[in-house]
């Protein structure tokens, strides 16, 4: 009995507020006018809708005035949750289909349009290659055999400079890939529940190994550039196919070959670009950078476009991070490879630090005979 009441009341009291907020509706707009502290243009005054547009919401100006980008009033501090709407912006004036095309649905086709299909695409290829490659070279093997002497290829301090830069990096590529793919690869296997959970732990890790990677990108810049300046050695490399193509062939190089060199600054310079447009994601609307970087770029004749929202700006970086990204997993999934499976004793370089010293002369002859030169030089005349 006490139930049927309490449910009676509740019923009553819930149909009584939605009358009262159809009776007191057109004098919101009004009441907030008052607030103290509103900004002088801000979009509800005098009970005017965005865009000076008054009426009921059914109004198809209102709608018009909102899809076209006006601005609303909002109390939190980020202003730019004023606006429900992106106006039209590269297209502006130009109808597709009738409609006209904003920079947020620009954004979002590219996201999910050559974004997500070119980066699929480019992630398939090079695993094909590399299973490819496999079946038909098989492991690159010692050709002289191990020697069964060692000699020192990398230092403590140069080693966890690598691993810094490579398992933070490959949580990076993990969790970004669920960012990109997850929904379609992800989401139907394991559920809503543990999608959710996944993907916001791995947004908490992607935050948190941004700056482990950062900080390896120092250290290893700081102890490797000196070795990976290019020379016309490396052509010489690169037109015998790095020795890895065929049995028996060995181009000459120093501490780091012409692969590696390449490997080198596509890390440097493409980790440097995800720490940029990282960071302005991490701080949204703090650190725009590309409509700085555009005005430079058009400096060497591009026409690219220099007048951006902050909300464009983000879009901007989260495009740059997505393709930067993906090319860079491209690259060092073949890294990886040759670091591993792909060549025999190529591991213990960064294991171990200590190398076969026949490995050594095969894939870094120079540099052995470097060392060589400099223990001899240590060694004290008797």
Same mark, same amino acid.
């Given at each position: 009995?006490?139930?049927?009441?309490?449910?009676?009341?509740?019923? =009553?009291?819930?149909? @009584?507020?939605?009358?009262?907020?159809?009776?007191?509706?057109?004098?919101?707009?009004?009441?907030?006018?008052?607030?103290?502290?509103?900004?002088?243009?801000?979009?509800?005054?005098?009970?005017?809708?965005?865009?000076?547009?008054?009426?009921?919401?059914?109004?198809?100006?209102? =709608?018009?005035?909102?899809?076209?980008?006006?601005?609303?009033?909002?109390?939190?501090?980020?202003?730019?949750?004023?606006?429900?709407?992106?106006?039209?912006?590269?297209?502006?004036?130009? %109808?597709?289909?009738?409609?006209?095309?904003?920079?947020?649905?620009?954004?979002?086709?590219?996201?999910?349009?050559?974004?997500?299909?070119?980066?699929?695409?480019?992630?398939?290829?090079?695993?094909?290659?590399?299973?490819?490659?496999?079946?038909?070279?098989?492991?690159?093997?010692?050709?002289?055999?191990?020697?069964?002497?060692?000699?020192?290829?990398?230092?403590?301090?140069?080693?966890? @400079?690598?691993?810094?830069?490579?398992?933070?990096?490959?949580?990076?590529?993990?969790?970004?890939?669920?960012?990109?793919?997850?929904?379609?690869?992800?989401?139907?296997?394991?559920?809503?529940?543990?999608?959710?959970?996944?993907?916001?732990?791995?947004?908490?890790?992607?935050?948190?190994?941004?700056?482990?990677?950062?900080?390896?990108?120092?250290?290893?810049?700081?102890?490797?550039?000196?070795?990976?300046?290019?020379?016309?050695?490396?052509?010489?490399?690169?037109?015998?196919? @790095?020795?890895?193509?065929?049995?028996?062939?060995?181009?000459?190089?120093?501490?780091?070959?012409?692969?590696?060199?390449?490997?080198?600054?596509?890390?440097?310079?493409?980790?440097?670009?995800?720490?940029?447009?990282?960071?302005?994601?991490?701080?949204?609307?703090?650190?725009?950078?590309?409509?700085?970087?555009?005005?430079?770029?058009?400096?060497?004749?591009?026409?690219?476009?220099?007048?951006?929202?902050?909300?464009?700006?983000?879009?901007?970086?989260?495009? =740059?991070?997505?393709?930067?990204?993906?090319?860079?997993?491209?690259?060092?999934?073949?890294?990886?490879?040759?670091?591993?499976?792909?060549?025999?004793?190529?591991?213990?370089?960064?294991?171990? @630090?200590?190398?076969?010293?026949?490995?050594?002369?095969?894939?870094?002859?120079?540099?052995?005979?470097?060392?060589?030169?400099?223990?001899?030089?240590?060694? %004290?005349?008797?």
């Amino acid at each position: 009995m006490v139930r049927s009441i309490v449910s009676k009341l509740s019923r =009553w009291c819930l149909a @009584g507020l939605v009358l009262a907020l159809i009776a007191v509706a057109p004098t919101v707009g009004h009441a907030q006018n008052t607030n103290e502290g509103a900004p002088a243009n801000a979009g509800l005054q005098g009970g005017a809708v965005p865009g000076e547009t008054k009426g009921t919401l059914s109004d198809s100006e209102l =709608w018009r005035n909102i899809r076209g980008g006006a601005a609303g009033y909002v109390s939190i501090p980020d202003g730019n949750a004023a606006v429900l709407i992106q106006t039209p912006g590269a297209n502006r004036g130009q %109808p597709v289909f009738g409609n006209y095309i904003s920079s947020g649905q620009l954004f979002m086709e590219f996201r999910n349009g050559p974004l997500f299909t070119y980066g699929a695409y480019g992630l398939a290829a090079i695993l094909v290659l590399l299973i490819a490659f496999f079946a038909i070279r098989g492991r690159i093997k010692i050709d002289h055999g191990p020697a069964g002497q060692t000699i020192e290829r990398f230092k403590l301090i140069e080693r966890i @400079g690598h691993w810094l830069v490579a398992v933070s990096f490959i949580v990076l590529a993990v969790t970004g890939l669920n960012i990109l793919y997850g929904k379609q690869v992800l989401l139907p296997v394991i559920g809503k529940e543990a999608f959710a959970l996944i993907t916001m732990g791995g947004k908490y890790l992607h935050h948190g190994f941004a700056f482990a990677f950062m900080l390896g990108l120092v250290m290893i810049f700081v102890m490797w550039v000196r070795h990976n300046i290019p020379n016309l050695m490396d052509l010489k490399w690169a037109a015998m196919g @790095g020795g890895i193509l065929f049995k028996g062939q060995h181009p000459p190089a120093k501490k780091f070959n012409g692969g590696q060199k390449i490997i080198f600054w596509v890390t440097i310079v493409g980790g440097a670009s995800l720490a940029l447009s990282g960071w302005s994601l991490l701080f949204p609307f703090e650190y725009p950078m590309f409509a700085k970087t555009f005005q430079v770029l058009n400096s060497f004749g591009f026409a690219l476009p220099t007048e951006l929202s902050p909300v464009q700006e983000q879009q901007y970086a989260q495009l =740059w991070h997505g393709i930067v990204s993906l090319g860079m997993i491209v690259i060092i999934v073949a890294h990886i490879y040759i670091g591993s499976i792909g060549m025999e004793g190529a591991f213990d370089a960064m294991g171990t @630090g200590q190398v076969d010293l026949n490995w050594a002369k095969e894939h870094h002859s120079l540099w052995v005979e470097e060392v060589q030169q400099e223990q001899a030089r240590r060694v %004290p005349a008797e």
